[in-house]
């Protein structure tokens, strides 16, 4: 070959180590997925719930609880990542992660992963040692999960839908006030309900194939994920309104509580109409995304907060 039709690469179009750091330190950014620390808000549920969120002590606590598991869960996020990084290779959308596409290392993965769970866990102690019990609690049933329960049905939905929950009890843990039963209901079938549209969503993305990607969606049908999300919506709707009239007898004016029930079941059932048109697979999009569901929380939200804040 003649030398003037040889390629050359000049210095300045060599990714020099700079841009390669740069590049992982991005990555990184990226599969510590920020926008899934909107799950995380849990930990304020039963402190709110509780009307102890306008104390300045309980308020920093909660803060600091909610750092805690941003913290951890992007450090298993990282974690789940460098271990799946063969199947997420398959699948049409985590192909694009980071480790999957190789931009980060599995074995930068691992260390920043395990870096940011110690850290999750400093921070945790800070609140407590009860609360970093939960904390670790909630790393543990995440590695189960990523080792061994992801591949055993019916289990895998229990330890995604307990990760919720756990959020849920969390911030009541860190803040020592005690839990309503219809609360601890709520929080363990509303999680549920998510996981199950979750899977649904994951059904109709992945299709046939779905099996080579994630073991368990060969053994559930559509039909079967819709009875889990049916069964498990209608049990938090019965709880909450128990719940919800539970509360109004110990409080006095309007009827704050009972009226929180209407957005409440509205917001179920937009939910659950977005799960049925495949949406569900995402569920932090669907929060962060769909005004309408975002403006029927803010009334029940603003609804709530009257009851405890004002009925009281």
């Known amino acids: 070959m003649p ?3 040889t390629p050359t690469v000049s210095a ?7 841009r390669k750091s740069g590049a992982i330190a991005a990555g990184l950014a990226r599969s510590a997925r920020p926008r899934q620390w909107v799950k995380n808000v849990l930990v304020v ?6 009307g102890v969120l306008v104390q300045p002590g309980p308020l920093v ?11 951890v869960s992007s450090g298993t996020y990282l974690l789940n990542d460098a271990r799946d990084v063969e199947a997420d290779r398959r699948h049409p959308t985590k192909r694009e992660r980071p480790v999957a596409a190789g931009v980060v290392p599995v074995g930068v993965a691992v260390g920043a992963g395990i870096s940011l769970v110690a850290a999750g866990f400093l921070v945790a102690l800070l609140v407590g040692t009860g609360f970093l019990a939960v904390v670790a609690g909630y790393v543990a049933l995440t590695t189960s999960y990523t080792l061994w329960l992801k591949h055993v049905a019916v289990l895998d939905l229990a330890v995604v839908a307990g990760g919720f929950f756990i959020r849920a009890i969390a911030g009541g843990v860190a803040t020592g006030v005690p839990f309503s039963r219809w609360f601890l209901i709520v929080a363990a079938f509303g999680s549920l309900f998510m996981v199950a549209g979750k899977r649904h969503g994951e059904h109709l993305d992945l299709g046939p ?17 819709r009875y889990v999300w049916t069964l498990a919506s209608g049990v938090t709707l019965a709880a909450y309104c128990l719940w919800a009239f539970e509360e109004a007898e110990a409080s006095a004016g309007a009827p704050w ?5 209407i957005p409440f079941v509205l917001a179920i059932l937009r939910y659950a109409l977005m799960l049925e ?12 995304g769909d005004r309408t569901l975002q ?7 603003t609804l709530f907060a009257c009851g405890v804040y004002l009925g009281r």
């Open 3 to 5: 030398h003037e039709l």
């Open 277 to 288: 048109q495949g949406q569900g697979s995402a569920p932090e999009e669907i929060v962060l």
């Open 257 to 261: 509580f009972e009226l929180s029930i």
């Open 12 to 18: 300045r179009e060599r990714p020099g180590p700079s």
């Open 295 to 301: 403006a029927i929380g803010l009334v029940w939200a």
């Open 61 to 71: 606590t909660v803060a600091v609880a909610f750092l805690a598991f941003c913290l």
């Open 45 to 50: 549920a039963a402190p709110a719930a509780a």
């Open 209 to 225: 194939d779905g099996a080579e990607v994630r073991a368990t969606l060969g053994l559930y049908s559509r039909e079967y994920l």
